[in-house]
């Protein structure tokens, strides 16, 4: 039995999941801190993608110069398309934020499990199963329920709105895109990259703040826990994970974040869901543990 359990540990496709589910449950409590942050759009992103940038670079140093004792080479089109990926992607969030209403941000975001499937196709010739196309289906119905289930307001369709949605699709598409060349080239510095790109965003940021100043104690450090601890370790993680499993997979499990993260906002700061929120949550959160169970059940030993 000791020997079995071994054995599934060091299986591709466990490892994978597991880290996957771990990086998904790390980055939960993002949101939270954000709004404990009080910031605006590009303010956040200065403050997110210097101190993130900062954090990665921290852990490819640990990793790559201190365990590996090796300079990576990042001369090449993959670490590119990370860095620019990771740059789109923090920037078109903060700005989805900022002008549009948050429910079609997020949803827009959700199909970033849509993106992977027709990316790893394309490029790696990898498709989905039924049972995965079924889950993506239940999620995106949870998801659709809890976001503009239970007396939602309606989303006026205009300019903001609209940009808002193109946002989170950019998003959307940059987190695939991200995870299927991690997946594709197993030698690029992927962390590297990344934090690179997380710099640049900020500096992007630091550029349109129209106000940059230095947050009260309690909102830096709400930033600070986003931007040094959750941002970096959850994304090296989940990135990590993609080498593993599918890419699709990944940005399915990541959509965790989407339900639990409200869960941690009314913890945190006592603004309660509603029940279409809940009952959305809990439709995402069976369909992953379904799903992840199967995924398990498949795999070899």
Not at 56 to 68: D, N, P, T, V
Not at 80 to 96: D, G, H, K, P
Not at 262 to 270: R, S, Y
């Given at each position: 039995?000791?020997?079995?359990?071994m054995?599934?540990?060091?299986?591709p496709?466990?490892?994978?999941?597991?880290?996957?589910l771990?990086g998904?449950?790390?980055?939960?409590?993002?949101?939270?801190?954000?709004?404990?942050?009080?910031?605006?759009?590009?303010?956040?992103?200065?403050?997110?993608?210097?101190?993130?940038g900062?954090?990665?670079?921290?852990?490819?140093?640990?990793?790559?110069?201190?365990?590996?004792?090796?300079?990576?080479?990042?001369?090449?089109?993959?670490?590119?398309?990370?860095?620019?990926?990771q740059?789109?992607?923090?920037?078109?969030?903060?700005?989805?934020?900022?002008v549009?209403?948050?429910?079609?941000?997020?949803?827009?975001?959700?199909?970033?499990?849509?993106?992977?499937?027709?990316?790893?196709?394309f490029?790696?010739?990898?498709?989905?199963?039924?049972?995965?196309?079924?889950?993506?289906?239940?999620?995106?119905?949870?998801?659709?329920?809890?976001?503009?289930?239970?007396?939602?307001?309606?989303?006026?369709?205009?300019?903001s709105?609209?940009?808002?949605?193109?946002?989170?699709?950019?998003?959307?598409?940059?987190?695939?895109m991200?995870?299927?060349i991690?997946?594709?080239d197993?030698?690029?510095?992927?962390?590297?990259?990344?934090?690179?790109?997380?710099?640049?965003?900020?500096?992007l940021?630091?550029?349109?703040?129209?106000?940059?100043?230095?947050?009260?104690?309690?909102?830096m450090?709400?930033?600070?826990?986003?931007?040094?601890?959750?941002?970096?370790?959850?994304?090296c993680?989940?990135?990590?994970?993609?080498?593993?499993?599918?890419?699709?997979?990944?940005?399915?499990?990541?959509?965790?974040?989407t339900?639990?993260?409200?869960l941690?906002?009314?913890?945190?700061?006592?603004?309660?869901?509603?029940?279409?929120?809940?009952?959305?949550?809990?439709?995402?959160?069976f369909?992953l543990?379904?799903?992840?169970?199967?995924?398990?059940?498949?795999?070899?030993?």
């Amino acid at each position: 039995m000791y020997r079995s359990a071994m054995r599934k540990l060091k299986n591709p496709g466990t490892i994978g999941l597991s880290l996957a589910l771990f990086g998904a449950l790390l980055l939960t409590p993002d949101t939270l801190f954000m709004r404990i942050s009080e910031l605006d759009g590009f303010t956040m992103l200065a403050w997110r993608g210097v101190l993130s940038g900062l954090g990665y670079l921290l852990i490819w140093a640990w990793f790559s110069l201190r365990l590996e004792l090796k300079i990576p080479n990042f001369l090449t089109l993959s670490f590119a398309i990370v860095v620019i990926c990771q740059i789109i992607n923090a920037t078109f969030f903060s700005l989805a934020i900022a002008v549009a209403p948050v429910t079609i941000v997020l949803i827009s975001v959700a199909t970033a499990p849509i993106f992977s499937a027709i990316l790893s196709w394309f490029f790696l010739g990898e498709t989905l199963s039924k049972f995965s196309i079924g889950t993506a289906i239940l999620v995106l119905f949870g998801l659709y329920i809890s976001v503009l289930g239970g007396g939602a307001t309606l989303i006026e369709l205009d300019t903001s709105t609209l940009l808002g949605a193109l946002f989170g699709l950019g998003v959307a598409f940059t987190l695939a895109m991200n995870f299927t060349i991690i997946r594709k080239d197993k030698n690029v510095p992927f962390v590297l990259a990344i934090g690179i790109g997380a710099l640049l965003a900020g500096s992007l940021g630091l550029l349109c703040a129209d106000n940059l100043y230095w947050p009260p104690v309690k909102n830096m450090a709400a930033i600070a826990v986003t931007g040094i601890i959750i941002l970096p370790v959850s994304f090296c993680t989940l990135s990590y994970a993609a080498r593993f499993v599918p890419s699709s997979t990944v940005s399915l499990i990541m959509l965790l974040e989407t339900v639990l993260g409200p869960l941690w906002i009314w913890w945190g700061i006592g603004e309660e869901p509603t029940n279409a929120m809940l009952l959305g949550g809990a439709i995402v959160i069976f369909s992953l543990a379904a799903f992840l169970i199967n995924q398990r059940k498949n795999r070899p030993t």
